[in-house]
């Protein structure tokens, strides 16, 4: 078979391994199930130009085994879906014709929209599992596995996805490879192709020409396959501040309060071994643009994390006991975030959903404690799964140490991370929607992913810098019992100032702060306690 052969004859080690792991995905299903009951839907675009390169040589080589085969296989006898829309592009319909016809499809054509289709299709034909082309990455990508059952709502069916853990740079790879070929829009600079009305050419393809008309490179020339998507229309993402507030008014935005926390990662912390001086660091920059730090805390990362960073024999070993087995040659695939402890996933997941950020800090890396971004994917319900472009980061940092296929390192929140890139960064600061990831081991490089993440706020809806607080600090020899009435008073008096208290040592004098973002306010209390008491008994420090 032609594609097996290519596969078999390229130096991409990467590549070799995803086709296989495909494949095995492919033959597991057509054990499973009988071909009467697997259908595969094909769109024309080239993630299921792929699956289909892909089927037929898991076909082939599955009847192979099977002795069912002297070698040649000349028909595709599985169900192919295609779901006609009128909004497809002409040259989307022209290839997934001339791709049926090339290779013997038995084409269903299905006119209506894709569940009531299904619906139909599935009502009449003992369809049991759909083979797609979804990978990381897609919007309907989020938590499946390459064999998951049909979301609440929908016909009941297997939804098998053989390219799962394919990235754009795989897929590429794999068409180049086996020469076959695909619809003509991605040589004109399309990525990711969706309907005439939300598709256009991939402004980072286009080519500098003195002639009036705009030109584009082929879409595999595309360096970063995490903006694929750059070509497809996007709808406004109103900023953290502006879903707030309910308004879009700059003024009454910048005055407002957004509300950050800050979790540090580490029982070192909590054993008292070492001491968190990024925390005190972090509050205080946090403060420095006008937000509040609603609380910070310091969280576990539990010993039972280490399965995190198991091998596939290595968790084999251990879970031998257990009553469900795995063969050796399974894709290893698992949700590893699933069986930690959770003490970060807790704490993120409370925290998230009452503060407009979290700051995270701590247990970034390839060490059995390293657990925050498992933590973090448990919150959100997402999973792991590789990021191609934060394993290349990766790659240039740590070359040689870098070993295998697989980079765990490099396994971020699926569907929700995005990367901040910053030329003063080795590597980007990870964000999870509203959650900040720093790398940061001491003050020092805290200090330069801070100014980086600060920098970037130009970026709209991603870290508002607000009105900034101003503060006021005055000394006295009262006693507490002196001043707690009064105190109290002043603060139902003035709700919008943070009035705190705090001696430096049991003898030493009161401290007063008061704390906003008015200073006339901040004014008129300093007056108004002032009054309460006799003239010199308040001195300003500064």
């Not at 390169?53 to 296989?73: D, I, T, V």
């Not at 003992?126 to 016909?155: H, K, M, N």
């Not at 968190?276 to 403060?287: E, F, N, P, T, W």
């Amino acid at each position: 078979m032609e594609i097996d052969k290519a596969i078999g004859e390229s130096d991409d080690r990467r590549l070799k391994t995803k086709y296989n792991n495909a494949i095995y995905v492919i033959k597991r299903a057509l054990a499973l199930y009988s071909i009467e009951e697997v259908a595969f839907s094909f769109n024309g675009g080239k993630d299921s130009t792929v699956l289909l390169h892909l089927l037929r040589a898991g076909y082939f080589l599955h009847k192979m085994e099977q002795k069912c085969s002297n070698g040649g296989l000349t028909s595709f006898p599985i169900r192919t879906i295609y779901f006609e829309n009128s909004s497809a592009f002409p040259e989307i319909n022209s290839f997934t014709y001339d791709t049926a016809s090339s290779y013997g499809l038995q084409l269903d054509i299905i006119s209506s929209d894709f569940k009531s289709g299904l619906e139909k299709l599935l009502k009449a034909n003992p369809i049991r599992a759909i083979f797609l082309g979804v990978r990381i990455g897609d919007p309907t990508a989020v938590g499946q596995e390459q064999f998951s059952p049909s979301s609440p709502g929908w016909p009941p069916f297997m939804r098998v996805n053989p390219i799962l853990d394919w990235s754009y740079r795989d897929v590429w790879a794999f068409i180049l490879t086996c020469k076959v070929q695909y619809c003509s829009l991605y040589d004109q600079g399309y990525t990711s192709i969706g309907s005439i009305h939300d598709t256009v050419p991939n402004a980072l393809l286009s080519i500098s020409d003195s002639s009036c008309k705009e030109k584009f490179k082929p879409a595999y020339l595309l360096s970063d396959g995490r903006l694929e998507r750059a070509g497809r229309a996007k709808k406004f993402s109103p900023s953290i501040a502006t879903v707030r507030n309910g308004s879009g008014d700059v003024d009454s935005h910048k005055s407002s309060v957004l509300v950050a926390s800050a979790i540090a990662v580490g029982e070192e912390i909590l054993f008292g071994t070492v001491e968190d001086q990024l925390g005190l660091s972090l509050c205080r920059k946090i403060h420095s643009i006008g937000w509040s730090v609603s609380q910070t805390i310091v969280v576990r990362n539990d010993v039972s994390c280490l399965l995190l960073k198991l091998s596939q024999n290595a968790f084999l070993a251990e879970f031998k006991h257990l009553s469900f087995s795995f063969s050796l040659e399974t894709p290893f695939f698992v949700d590893l975030s699933l069986y930690q402890k959770d003490s970060v996933a807790e704490e993120v997941e409370r925290r998230k959903s009452t503060n407009d950020m979290v700051f995270i800090y701590g247990g970034v890396g390839p060490l059995h404690s390293d657990v925050t971004l498992a933590g973090v994917a448990k919150a959100f319900g997402v999973r792991l799964a590789p990021d191609e472009e934060f394993e290349e980061y990766l790659r240039h940092l740590i070359s040689d140490h870098c070993t295998g296929d697989r980079n765990e390192m490099a396994l971020l929140p699926e569907g929700i991370t995005e990367l901040l890139h910053h030329e003063k960064l080795v590597v980007p600061l990870i964000k999870c929607q509203n959650v900040i990831i720093f790398t940061a081991t001491n003050a020092t490089e805290l200090d330069k992913e801070w100014d980086c993440l600060i920098e970037l706020t130009r970026s709209p809806g991603l870290l508002s810098t607000m009105v900034p607080y101003v503060s006021k600090h005055l000394q006295t020899n009262l006693s507490d019992v002196e001043t707690a009435q009064p105190l109290s008073k002043l603060c139902l008096e003035f709700p919008d100032l943070n009035i705190g208290c705090y001696r430096k040592s049991r003898k030493g004098p009161l401290l007063i702060s008061f704390e906003g973002k008015d200073q006339t306010q901040i004014e008129s209390a300093v007056e108004s306690l002032c009054k309460k008491f006799h003239p010199g008994t308040f001195s300003e420090i500064h």
